[in-house]
């Protein structure tokens, strides 16, 4: 397989390509304010591309001995290549470095892929939120996941 390069740094440029990807494969995607805000914000927003294309992006806050990994995702075409997988190793490192204990995350209940990816990268349920998300029709669960760094 192709390998592809390190992760690298958000910048505001990389918004349109962001937002595309964002609205093409999320059902409640995030708005290019608050990808700005988390750019500005100083957290960890890296952007995985290949021929200046972008593939995918993570972004992780990190405060108080805690780190949380507030989106991940992968352009639709692109999936099922480790791109995820990387950009996990990217978000954990990155928690590292800002001495985190302990990586969180919240997903939705019937995000049965992502809920795989997570359990493979040592993510385990530590908590549930009741209807934490909108949904078609209602609300919908969260899974609160969880792994020391
Ligand atoms: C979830 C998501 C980020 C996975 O991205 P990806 O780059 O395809 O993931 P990877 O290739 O790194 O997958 C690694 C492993 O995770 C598991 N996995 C990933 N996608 C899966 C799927 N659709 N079904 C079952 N297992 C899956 C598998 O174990 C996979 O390993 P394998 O391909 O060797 O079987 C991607 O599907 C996505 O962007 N979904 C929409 C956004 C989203 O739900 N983000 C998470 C919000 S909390």
Same mark, same amino acid.
């Given at each position: 397989?192709?390998?592809?390069?390190?992760?690298?740094?958000?910048?505001?440029? !990389?918004?349109?390509? *962001?937002?595309?990807?964002?609205?093409?494969?999320?059902?409640?995607?995030? %708005?290019?304010?608050?990808?700005?805000?988390?750019?500005?914000?100083? @957290?960890?927003?890296?952007?995985?591309?290949?021929?200046?294309?972008?593939?995918? @992006?993570?972004?992780? %806050?990190?405060?108080?001995?805690?780190?949380?990994?507030?989106?991940?995702?992968? !352009?639709?075409?692109?999936?099922?290549?480790?791109?995820?997988?990387?950009?996990?190793?990217?978000?954990?490192?990155?928690?590292?470095?800002?001495?985190?204990?302990?990586?969180?995350?919240?997903?939705? &209940? %019937?995000?049965?892929?992502?809920? &795989?990816?997570?359990?493979?990268?040592?993510?385990?349920? *530590?908590?549930?939120?009741?209807?934490? @998300?909108? &949904? &078609?029709?209602?609300?919908? !669960?969260?899974?609160?996941?969880?792994?020391?760094?």
């Amino acid at each position: 397989m192709e390998t592809i390069g390190e992760p690298r740094p958000m910048r505001y440029e !990389d918004l349109r390509a *962001v937002l595309a990807i964002e609205q093409r494969a999320v059902h409640y995607p995030w %708005s290019g304010r608050i990808f700005r805000d988390c750019i500005s914000a100083g @957290y960890g927003c890296f952007v995985q591309e290949r021929h200046r294309q972008i593939l995918g @992006y993570a972004v992780v %806050s990190s405060a108080a001995g805690e780190a949380a990994l507030l989106n991940l995702c992968v !352009d639709p075409a692109w999936r099922r290549r480790g791109i995820a997988s990387h950009l996990i190793g990217v978000a954990v490192e990155r928690a590292e470095v800002t001495r985190a204990a302990s990586l969180f995350l919240e997903v939705r &209940a %019937s995000n049965t892929p992502a809920i &795989a990816l997570y359990r493979r990268h040592g993510f385990n349920e *530590v908590g549930r939120r009741p209807g934490y @998300y909108p &949904a &078609a029709g209602g609300r919908e !669960d969260a899974l609160i996941m969880a792994r020391a760094v």
